[in-house]
């Protein structure tokens, strides 16, 4: 079969025109670093428009062996074309119709290995199957089994089939996802049902409104898939309008768990393909194109969408996609013609690499990933390539680098994991050797202390740095660690701290923010790329955020009895801080030596500092305006609130103002204009 | 065979001549037009001295006549027949008779029958059409020495129109001077319609076609149907930015080429009769409209229209609220058109694309290349240097030092390079270039710029520094946004995208300064020249107060700014820039792909081969090299790359970053072959035009110059055999004697027979068509 479909692939490349004769009328775009979309080469030209005797077709089949189904929905027919292995795509013309004078409002066509032709009819509401001739065999209605629910209505409107006839149905507005029907037109239960999803604002809606006005809101339910594909495992794919994009297509096991992760997406998919060799193409309502491979990472996607200009290979009104050999044949609705694109050389080399990584032979597509590369330096699923077969030829140190550009942590830990090991089995006999040896010279040299004071100057010295203000309030803070209550009590009273010095633990604080983000490990940080840190945007969050907490505290604590200054807050505060202030960049830099396998230390830690900071801000503000427990409670609620309403305030002027602005603008320029 | 076919061509010539046709679904005559011949009245004497041709109906006069021509006119009408006197075909300017099934209603059919017809806008802005024939107008025409002057005024709406039709030696003139035209009325002029029928032919009667300038060149085969659903809209030069303020830029849209020459033409029979129509003057506010037939009417004709007004929306909120207005001067010009008719061999694409060469050859604007060497050039420019943010400070990144790109070239060694480069100023591409030459000091100092340059003279190529002297890059210093920029209609600045690049544009003021600034000390302290983007192809008018220009004053004021400055190497400039290129970078190979196209062709190529050398886009950003580089011998345009030393990854977070793969490490060995491959093609014909080029087979093109050498190239994935030499499949030979689809075809295969097949019965058809 397979050899045939190669045999037949080949038999079209030579009958095709070679001749491409215009600059296709979209750029390609594919995604690189940060998981941003880059342009890179075209992976597919325009080729040609074929114009059909169809009217208003719905969907569009490619059989094994090229011949295209078409689902005539305006004509009331299937048709089925000339196959595309004998056939150029120019000269593609209709060789069969089915289901004339029996179909109403065909929108869903499948034809299975022996030719059967299985349709699913808007107008009759049911399933209808032609053998190969176009004889009527079966007609399912709506199935009766009390299973499919008293209620449910049975919509066919899109169908696939697997390989033991079962018949898998895209019924409208099934909440319950596909409906699976038996090869005699049985019900057997509901697969791949999607997920609803609970926003905010809906929670909100539900706290607050009546029944009635909850009643006039759209239902919060699943929204039913749009078209449904399956493959040659029996793997079904499904694309869902009206959904987010990440979620816009999922790819069910036989249990109809999705195991597609999120995805670049569109929220209006029309339809989707699957090609027996894993590549996988959909199409959008306005005429995006997206190629996948078969885990759901994005290859290349261009907008054909039509902007009136007329140009070759753009897209009006698509509902129909599939691909065979090295086309991509878009059925268009209002054009009622086939758009047909050819991948370029450059996508052929990419669905090479691509083909060969989806089977597992890393090593034999690791050229065609570095020629891929060769094109185009920012293509990311090349890099994920390269770095799985690097980590499979156990070159870790390659692997590490590439994993890196590929943005997989987990990879890249992996790799650091292999490479760790490495330096451990090397040095660790010696490690610990040296280890002893600095205890017991540790050990040494205290003894020589106590005993001839070696270190007494030193010492001295240092109680007369203690003399600054500034060393002593450093100082002052590890007295934190121990007796917090009583620290602040002095501060309080005057005897300790300065505003000098809490501004330079804000410093501190801000610097630690920046450099943390800089100094944490890859697996560990949120930015792939250190450029993509916003340095402004941190400072800017942390001071607007200090300076909050600060205004809002005291202005709280002045109508609720509190007994701290300005003064007190601000050093307060800064004090407050020191657990992120000394901690943060150490859990960082420890974060350089361990992997994802570890994470637990890292995060743990991180807790643990920031649980740390929570309480000396309790503590804090209990002790600086001299509150009871439940007093300090609703004070540092009230400061949140109160920071909020500031915020909000802010914002509103700032509106407000632009309004008055725009007004005033618009007065000038028409006075100009008329007058 | 061939002997039979000039025979009948012979025929033909001889028949045409005989019954030229009296209306337009006779141009290439059939048979029911020699029954009309036979039995109308019309051959009957009207001077003494002369017997008027057959198919001129009474209603036309003699106007004027030279050695090839004769000029007939209608004074109702002002409509005008030309008879070309070497083959006796007869052009029409306008419609005679109507036949049912044209499908033309009132309005229709009295602008098919007028020679002019425009439009006016109301009060309310809203566009209307008056023609000659249904306004009644007041007319005043004359004869005058070699044709005829018509004042014709449309006393309705106050509006009065001058035209002029005089013959030339190669055709006919017409003549709109803006002094002729007057409003008076309340009603405002918005576009004149010149001619709009001229060589108009019903569906698929006549077999031809029609030429549009987009892109490279492409055609629009007669037929009855089409799958146009609106005719073809072209404005010469693109949109005018003075008017809407911003360009529309979308990244996921490959724009539509602007059309850079204003040229039109048709055939009508192919190597039988085809006219080019070049807007000498008016162009910057001319369009094309090009109707296929069967979108509106029944019949092929396409023609220049000229806008005086448009209607605006000017806003005056930025919430988007705000009133229509016309815009308050009417735009100042004269047009010019020059109908140039072809016959015979030359009644096809490369015949017309020659007799505009020759017409450029005459206005002196293309002079015979200075080559040197029979080796082509090659186009390298280099990415010097992108700036990135580090906290709060700029840096640049060097991507190609002076010494590495001395190192490139020395490491290519190719002759002739043409080496640009980009992000040459300091901190490079992302500032504005500054009007004191000023150079990244990461890349290298004066000195070593200098050398870059004497070495590349010595390897008898070019060194220029990209410059786009339009762009005022937004959000960079450099300039004054009071001062220095052009303004909208809308009182805005104008805005665009250049290179990813966000940009306003400079006034004329500032543009003359800042270019003769820099140009002369890039030529003085250099001894480079400017690589010029953005100036040959963006025309834009300028409505600020009192420093008002319109697109023809800016086409005016660039010319005398080269004029003064000397040459330059320009990325995709507009035929008034041309002579003044010596290079011309970023040629289209390929056209936007209308549906309703037919056909691309390399007419732009074919005007200036042998004139101006040609480079085209940049290769490494192409999806299929070997289709790209087989394109490039077919259409005799020299290779181009993007090249820099360090790989891109330095540039991902940068403006830059569109410039995806051009790591010299990636394509060197690209360059070399492809550069190779092309010299052994297009090396032999460097400094001679083109002229033939015919399809051998379907896919296989065969391109004669004047030299008498030929390349073939084979488009195919099969061997094909030419005159007994292979070309192997995606490949190209070059033949020291040509050959020609009419004598020798020994293509092989069979999608190559019958291709041929077609060729030939489609020129059986033809004749069959001619012979009684």
């Known amino acids: 079969m397979k050899k045939i479909a190669l045999l037949s692939v080949l038999v079209l490349t030579v009958l095709l025109a070679t001749q491409v004769k215009a600059d296709a009328p979209y750029t390609t775009w594919t995604p690189g670093p940060g998981r941003r979309l880059y342009m890179t080469q075209d992976a597919y030209t325009p080729l040609t428009e074929v114009d059909l005797p169809i009217s208003g077709a719905e969907d569009l089949f490619v059989a094994a062996d090229g011949a295209l189904y078409i689902a005539d929905t305006g004509n009331k027919r299937v048709v089925k074309l000339e196959s595309l292995a004998v056939s150029s795509a120019e000269r593609l013309s209709v060789a069969a119709e089915y289901g004339k004078g029996v179909l109403v409002k065909p929108t869903g066509v499948f034809v299975d290995d022996r030719g059967i032709v299985y349709v699913a009819d808007a107008g009759e509401n049911a399933v209808f199957i032609f053998d190969k001739d176009g004889q009527l065999q079966k007609r399912f209605g709506r199935p009766t089994e009390p299973l499919f629910g008293k209620h449910r209505e049975f919509l066919p409107r899109k169908l696939a089939v697997d390989v033991r006839r079962n018949v898998y149905v895209v019924s409208e507005g099934s909440v319950d996802g596909l409906a699976l029907l038996n090869p005699d037109g049985h019900f057997i239960g509901y697969f791949g049902a999607n997920t609803a999803s609970m926003s905010l604002k809906m929670i909100l809606q539900r706290l607050f409104l009546t029944a009635e006005q909850l009643d006039q809101l759209i239902k919060n339910e699943a929204a039913s898939p749009s078209n449904v594909a399956i493959d040659n495992q029996s793997m079904l794919y499904t694309v869902t309008a009206g959904t987010l994009p990440r979620k816009s297509i999922r790819k069910f096991t036989i249990a109809g768990r999705n195991i597609f992760p999120d995805l670049l997406g569109s929220s209006s998919f029309r339809d989707i393909h699957i090609s027996d060799d894993g590549l996988l193409v959909a199409v959008d309502g306005d005429g995006k194109v997206f190629e996948y491979d078969r885990h759901g990472t994005l290859l290349f996607t261009f907008n054909a969408k039509d902007t009136g200009e007329q140009r070759l290979g753009t897209l009006r009104n698509p509902t129909g996609i599939a691909r065979y050999g090295d086309h991509i ?80 942590r987990s990879g890249y830990s992996q790799a ?187 995060s743990f830690s991180q807790d643990l500092m920031w649980a740390w900071t929570a309480l000396m801000f309790f503590i804090m503000v209990k002790e600086v305006h001299n509150y009871s427990f439940a007093e300090t409670v609703r004070t540092i609620l009230l400061t949140f609130f109160t920071m909020a309403m500031i915020a909000l305030t802010v914002y509103i002027l700032y509106i407000l103002f632009g309004q008055v602005f725009d007004f005033v603008l618009a007065i000038f320029q028409e006075v100009g204009l008329r007058g | 065979m061939k002997r039979i076919l000039h025979g009948l061509l012979v025929c033909a010539w001889l028949l045409g001549w005989m019954m030229s046709p009296f209306s337009i679904h006779a141009s290439v005559m059939g048979p029911p037009a020699l029954f009309s011949v036979l039995h109308t009245p019309y051959s009957v004497l009207h001077t003494p001295f002369f017997i008027r041709p057959a198919g001129i109906p009474d209603s036309y006069e003699l106007a004027a006549e030279n050695a090839t021509f004769q000029l007939y006119f209608d004074r109702s009408t002002l409509a005008f027949k030309v008879l070309d006197k070497r083959s006796g075909y007869v052009w029409h300017s306008n419609l005679d008779e109507t036949e049912p099934g044209d499908r033309l209603n009132k309005t229709w059919k009295a602008f098919a029958q007028s020679g002019i017809s425009l439009d006016y806008l109301d009060e309310k802005a809203t566009p209307r059409r008056v023609s000659i024939t249904n306004a009644n107008p007041e007319m005043t025409v004359a004869t005058i020495d070699q044709g005829f002057t018509a004042q014709v005024t449309f006393m309705d709406i106050g509006i009065s129109v001058g035209v002029t039709v005089t013959l030339e030696a190669a055709g006919v003139r017409v003549d709109m001077p803006f ?89 009508h029979g192919e190597k039988q009769a085809a006219y080019i129509a070049i807007v000498e003057k008016g162009a910057a506010y001319g369009e094309i409209h090009a109707h296929p037939a069967g979108i509106i009417t029944n019949f092929n004709f396409m023609y220049n229209a000229f806008i005086y007004n448009e209607s605006y929306f000017q806003p005056t909120n930025r919430a988007g609220a705000g009133v229509t207005m016309i815009q308050p001067r009417t735009n100042a010009f004269d047009v010019v058109i020059h109908y140039r008719f072809l016959t015979g061999a030359d009644g096809d694409y490369v015949g017309m694309a020659r007799s505009y060469q020759q017409y450029l050859l005459e206005q002196g604007v293309l002079r015979p290349e200075r080559h040197a060497s029979s080796d082509i050039g090659i186009r390298l420019e280099f990415l010097g240097a992108e700036k990135e943010k580090v906290l709060f400070w700029q840096r640049p990144i060097p991507m190609t030092t002076v010494a590495q790109m001395q190192e490139i070239l020395a490491d290519l060694a190719l002759p002739n390079p043409e080496v640009v480069i980009y992000g040459w100023q300091p901190l490079g591409a992302a500032t504005m270039p500054p009007t004191k030459l000023k150079l990244e000091r990461a890349l290298g100092n004066m000195r070593d710029f200098h050398e870059l340059g004497d070495s590349i003279a010595a390897q008898g190529g070019r060194l220029s520094l990209y410059l786009d002297p339009q762009a005022a890059l937004r959000g960079e210093s450099g300039y004054s946004r009071r001062y220095d920029l052009a303004m909208s209609i809308m009182r805005s600045v104008l805005q665009g ?116 050398p040609l480079y085209g886009p940049a290769l490494n950003f192409s999806s299929n090299v070997q289709d790209d580089l087989l394109r490039h011998a077919d259409f005799g345009v020299y290779p181009s790359f993007f090249l820099t030393h360090q790989g891109t990854a330095d540039i991902l977070n940068t403006s830059s970053r569109w410039i995806y793969t051009s790591s010299y490490r990636q394509w060197g060995d690209e360059v070399k072959r492809a550069y190779t491959w092309l010299n052994r093609l297009l090396g032999p014909v460097r400094g001679h035009p083109i002229v033939a080029r015919e399809t051998l087979a379907d896919g296989v093109m065969a391109t004669r110059y004047a030299n008498g050498k030929q390349i073939i190239v084979n488009y195919t994935a099969q061997p094909v055999r030419v005159q007994g030499v292979d070309i192997p499949p995606k490949d190209a030979i070059l033949l020291d004697s040509p050959v020609s689809a009419y004598d020798s075809p020994t293509c092989n295969t069979a999608a190559n027979e019958s291709a041929y097949a077609t060729t030939r019965l489609t020129t059986t058809r033809l004749l069959s068509e001619v012979t009684p």
């Open chain 2, 179 to 267: 002094a002729a035209i007057q409003e008076t009325g309340a009603v405002r002029l918005s576009m004149i319609y010149v001619y709009p029928f001229f060589g108009a032919t019903r569906a698929d009667q006549v077999s031809g076609y029609m030429f549009i300038p987009d892109g490279c060149g492409s055609l629009i085969r007669f037929a009855a149907q089409t799958k146009a659903q609106t005719m073809f809209y072209g404005r010469y030069y693109g949109a005018d930015l003075g008017m809407t303020g911003v360009r529309p830029f979308d990244p996921q849209v490959n724009p539509a080429y602007r059309i850079s020459i204003p040229v039109t033409g048709m055939v």
């Open chain 2, 497 to 612: 995208v250049n290179r990813m690049r966000s940009t306003f544009y400079f006034n004329l003021d500032a543009l003359t300064r800042r270019y003769a600034a820099l140009s002369a000390q890039v030529t003085e302290n250099l001894d480079a020249g400017l690589a010029v983007d953005g100036l040959g192809y963006m025309l834009y008018s300028d409505f600020r107060d009192g420093r008002f220009a319109n697109r023809e004053d800016a086409i005016r004021a660039y010319q005398s700014l080269l004029a003064e400055d000397g040459t330059a190497a320009f990325y995709r400039p507009n035929d008034y820039l041309w002579a003044y290129t010596v290079a011309y970078y970023d040629v289209p190979i390929a056209d936007s792909g209308y549906i309703y196209t037919s056909e691309t062709v390399p007419f732009v190529q074919i005007v200036l081969s042998g004139y101006i």
């Open chain 1, 329 to 408: 044949y878009v059925l268009d609705k209002d054009k009622n013609a086939l758009v047909v694109y050819r991948t370029t050389a450059f996508a052929d080399v990419v669905h090479q690499g691509v083909r060969l990584y989806m089977e597992g032979f890393y090593s034999e597509a690791k050229p065609y990933f570095e020629e891929v590369l060769n094109y185009n330096g920012s293509f990311i699923m090349a890099y994920q390539g390269l770095a799985d077969a690097y980590f499979k030829e156990q070159n870790y140190r390659a692997a590490l680098q590439t994993y890196r550009y590929a943005e997989d």
């Open chain 1, 416 to 602: 650091f994991w292999e490479l760790r090991n490495a330096v451990l089995q090397r040095v660790l006999g010696p490690f610990i050797i040296a280890l002893v040896v600095l205890s017991v010279a540790q050990k040494g040299v205290a003894w020589g202390d106590r005993r001839y004071g070696w270190f007494a100057p030193l010492r001295a010295r240092v109680r007369g740095w203690q003399r600054h203000k500034l060393v002593d309030d450093l100082v002052f803070m590890f007295r934190f660690i121990k007796k917090p209550a009583d620290s602040f009590y002095y501060i309080k009273r005057n005897l300790r701290g300065s505003l000098a010095f809490a501004l330079l633990v804000y410093l501190w604080v801000i610097v630690v923010r920046v450099l943390t983000l800089y100094v944490t490990a890859f697996p560990f940080s949120p930015y792939a790329y250190l450029s993509d840190i916003r340095v402004e945007n941190e400072i800017v969050t942390v001071v607007v955020l200090l300076f909050l907490w600060n205004t809002a505290n005291y202005l709280v604590s002045t109508i609720s009895d509190g007994e701290g200054r300005v003064r007190d807050v601000v050093i307060g505060t800064a004090y407050s801080l020191f657990p992120y202030a000394l901690f943060a960049l150490p859990i960082a830099l420890l974060s350089n030596v361990l992997t994802l396998n570890e994470i637990f230390l890292v």
